[in-house]
């Protein structure tokens, strides 16, 4: 429904390949959750952004 007004689909909570393949069937443009990474504070997301390759 997102699509057809033209707003950006957000799926939030995702947390398992399955769900990252039915959300791409429907074509979600954006997805986040414990399957990328576990919630942090601050601090363990900075040094996390440091440890990380640059994509």
Excluded: R, W
């Excluded at 997102?2 to 393949?21: F, L």
């Excluded at 429907?26 to 919630?39: L, P, R, T």
């Amino acid at each position: 429904m997102g699509h057809q007004i033209d707003i950006e689909v957000v799926a939030e909570g995702v947390e398992t390949q399955e769900q990252i393949a039915f959300l791409k069937q429907i074509e979600c443009d954006i997805v986040q959750g414990y399957y990328y990474v576990k919630s942090m504070s601050i601090k363990m997301y900075d040094e996390y952004i440091k440890k990380k390759p640059n994509e």
